[in-house]
């Protein structure tokens, strides 16, 4: 069974503009929780989707906004980037439900915002 | 709201002794927790879970123990290996729902 995947891996961008960072759930979990890692950070939990509704949300400005396809895709946008908002961007799937709530990591988004 | 925090931010052990990573958690709520491992470059791993239900699980090489009366979880490594350095998070949820809460990690580093 293919795990998360998230592309790109790698993003460089400008300050003030967007972004848009996708991810791709393991075959059958309609959840995806999307975190900001930063150095010294840890992960911090921007917000999860399951079943196409925002289900979470962590304390994140209105500039972090995500969405979730019938497929269980996901996508996370970053509008007005900022130097701050340079970070590995990780997503999570799981089941979503209780009992089955256990998450599994892709490998990230490196993003880079100059 | 919710936070997990570990006592140490660096563990150095010698190859083949084992390892203990410690984690507080401050919600008396939580009722499942992970602890995941991260390798450079890599997004976090999944190691093992324990639920609330729960006072030890083990799995390969490692186990997982559960205070509530203190809220303290641990991660028992044995015979640790070079492979096994990396940082450690452990993580709290409520099994009702989807939001973990994660600390800021503990970095192992394997000595040989």
């Known amino acids: 069974k293919a795990g998360v995947t998230q592309t790109p891996r790698y993003l460089i961008k400008t300050r003030g503009q967007q972004v848009t960072l996708s991810c791709s759930p393991i075959s059958g979990h309609r959840s995806v929780s999307w975190y900001q890692q930063t150095p010294g950070q840890g992960l911090q939990f921007l917000f999860e989707y399951f079943s196409e509704t925002q289900r979470n949300k962590g304390n994140f400005p209105g500039r972090f906004s995500g969405r979730q396809f019938s497929n269980s895709r996901s996508e996370m946008n970053v509008s007005t980037l900022e130097l701050g908002d340079s970070a590995l961007y990780l997503c999570?799937?799981?089941?979503?439900?209780?009992?089955?709530?256990?998450?599994?990591f892709g490998p990230g988004t490196r993003l880079t915002v100059l | 709201g919710e936070s997990v925090g570990l006592h140490l931010p660096t563990l150095s052990v010698q190859e083949g002794d084992n390892s203990i990573i410690n984690c507080a958690y401050s919600n008396s709520a939580s009722d499942y927790f992970i602890w995941y491992k991260q390798e450079s470059g890599k997004g976090p791993q999944f190691i093992i879970d324990i639920r609330s239900n729960m006072d030890k699980r083990q799995g390969q090489r490692v186990t997982v123990l559960l205070n509530k009366t203190v809220k303290h979880l641990s991660l028992q490594i044995a015979a640790t290996q070079p492979g096994d350095s990396a940082v450690y998070f452990c993580a709290e949820a409520m099994n009702t729902g989807n939001q973990f809460y994660f600390g800021t990690g503990t970095s192992l580093t394997v000595i040989p």
């Open positions: 999570a799937s799981s089941w979503g439900l209780a009992g089955g709530i256990e998450q599994f």
